[in-house]
């Protein structure tokens, strides 16, 4: 399938808004990187091993996409600023048309 | 712009990237950060014609290949930096020395498929687990220490204690640790190391009965599993060899029995060390041992126990504003990095306040990130713990020398020698 782009944007711990744009297939963490988005620490590029990505999710697009795995949900117990409903890892969150127009909210720290 | 591509040769005698290559000797740990600092400034990259590599000294990018693991290959990152004699692979190969690369130095997919076996059990969550088994084997080290007077810290505690938590997770209980440790330190010296070739030679056969300790450990697996990495490991390849192969599980049990331990051995030994350098520093975390956790990432950043660790280019590329071809190997400088004033103020001095200690390299970047470093920090952190509160006035015994042990990419104390009550 044809890959397409997906516009949503970032939104800073102080209120800051970043409009970024990626490609479907792509993850939140690694337009995160590409764009230089500060907060989303991601140490370990993804391979669910560190809890340094995680951000909150505007409660509408976190029920629009697939729910996160069991392993993700387990590495969500030990983030370090509080978890909330709409908590997610974003190197797990992977680009499809529906998440388009998504606020994906940084968390005061990621450690 | 496209520049044209450097060669070593190329770089006239006399500017600072010529001069840095000249002045640094990737061996030897004494005044490394201080020189360090000093290329920091004006050499962001240099050749090292002692070990054919280029030298990379700034935080940014550091991080920036260590990220781009499509073009920069981990293959080279455990290569013997000098190369192993053709008879000693080959007697290797004849006595069934098979270990593979399956972690540091191995890259995607076979990296991505079995990392995913791999974080099944070496995960936050399931290390968290350990804790109450880390800390009463701490207690346990720090309690048969107390009421003497003097001793090596080392030789009490940081050298074995890690070992014992490694074989926590593999569920190993009737070795002494050193005889993992030296066997260990066989394995450094023979691939970060600079061994004469007579070094090599004798080493094989204790390289082969290391190797074969391993593959015994998953064989009593097979028979007897338990709650342990290799039996996780078994349990998830299903008798499947397009998941993990059996000698994949022995590979990989093989890395753990040096990497659980060899690296936290001398972390721990290494932030000590730093500490009882600063008295002030040893009482205050006495004092409020709240401030403990950030001073284990400060350690880490700080006095990294993993100095440096390679990458090879798959491609031509240009990093720090130099052109370099496919094939290049790059030596990151992990030390550097972590003291890079470009996100540290005042990089080189030591603070467990620092507010950003945390956003160090010393466990990488990227999808090779350390998977043990939580019971790395847990277990730091609490021998920290154990040491402040049990010995509130250890002080370091003055005048006695402090060897630093190091081989390309690793750095520790040999010795720690402390009086206990001050």
């Known amino acids: 399938m044809e890959k397409q782009k997906v516009r949503f944007e970032f939104v800073t711990f102080t209120g800051e808004r970043q409009e970024v744009e990626g490609m479907t297939g792509d993850t939140v963490m690694q337009v995160a990187y590409d764009n230089g988005v500060e907060g989303v620490a991601a140490e370990c590029g993804g391979s669910m091993s560190c809890g340094t990505c995680h951000v909150f999710l505007d409660e509408a697009s976190f029920d629009r996409i697939d729910a996160p795995s069991e392993g993700e949900v387990d590495m969500l117990d030990i983030v370090a600023s509080e978890r909330r409903p709409t908590s997610r890892l974003s190197c797990q969150i992977k680009l499809e048309e529906n998440f388009t127009g998504a606020k994906v909210m940084i968390p005061e720290m990621q450690y | ?422």
């Open chain 2, 1 to 422: 712009m496209t520049q044209a591509q450097l060669q070593h040769s190329d770089i006239p005698a006399g500017v600072p990237m010529h001069d840095a290559g000249e002045r640094f000797h990737p061996f030897e740990h004494e005044g490394m950060h201080q020189l360090l600092a000093e290329f920091r400034q004006d050499v962001p990259i240099f050749y090292s014609p002692l070990i054919d590599y280029w030298v990379v000294t700034r935080r940014a990018d550091v991080i920036s290949v260590l990220r781009d693991h499509e073009r920069f290959s981990a293959v080279v990152a455990t290569q013997p930096v000098v190369p192993w004699p053709p008879e000693l692979l080959q007697y290797l190969v004849d006595q069934g020395f098979t270990n593979e690369s399956v972690q540091v130095a191995c890259d995607p997919p076979r990296h991505t498929r079995i990392r995913s076996h791999v974080q099944g059990f070496l995960n936050p969550k399931k290390l968290q687990s350990f804790e109450a088994e880390v800390r009463a084997l701490v207690q346990s080290y720090v309690a048969a220490i107390n009421g003497k007077d003097t001793v090596d810290l080392v030789d009490a505690i940081t050298y074995e204690l890690p070992a014992l938590i490694a074989f926590l997770l593999l569920g190993v209980k009737d070795i002494d640790p050193r005889r993992i440790k030296s066997w260990t330190e066989l394995r450094v010296k023979l691939m970060h190391g600079h061994p004469t070739r007579e070094e090599q030679m004798a080493a094989a056969d204790d390289l082969l009965d290391f190797w074969r300790f391993s593959c015994d450990l998953v064989e009593q697996r097979k028979v007897n599993p338990g709650d342990d990495y290799p039996s996780w490991l078994l349990a998830s390849r299903g008798g499947d060899d397009t998941r993990l192969t059996e000698n994949e599980i022995k590979s990989l049990t093989f890395a753990l029995l040096l990497a659980a331990h060899e690296t936290t051995s001398n972390a721990s030994a290494n932030v000590l060390l730093e500490l009882l350098r600063r008295p002030e520093d040893w009482q205050a975390l006495v004092e409020d041992p709240s401030l403990i956790p950030n001073t284990v990432e400060e350690g880490l950043r700080y006095v990294s126990s993993v100095v440096a660790w390679r990458r090879m280019a798959k491609e031509d590329f240009e990093l720090a504003g130099v052109s370099l071809p496919k094939g290049t190997k790059l030596l990151l400088s992990l030390a550097s990095a972590s003291r890079d004033e470009g996100t540290y103020e005042n990089g080189d001095n030591f603070d467990i306040r620092r507010k950003n200690a945390r956003s160090h390299v010393a466990f990488g970047n990227g999808i090779h990130f350390c998977m043990g470093a939580p019971i790395a920090r847990m277990q730091i952190r609490m021998m920290i713990e154990e040491l402040t509160s049990a010995f509130p006035n250890m002080t370091l015994i003055p005048d006695e020398e402090i060897e630093i042990a190091g081989v390309l990419t690793f750095r520790g104390p040999t010795r720690l020698p402390v009086r206990l009550n001050g």
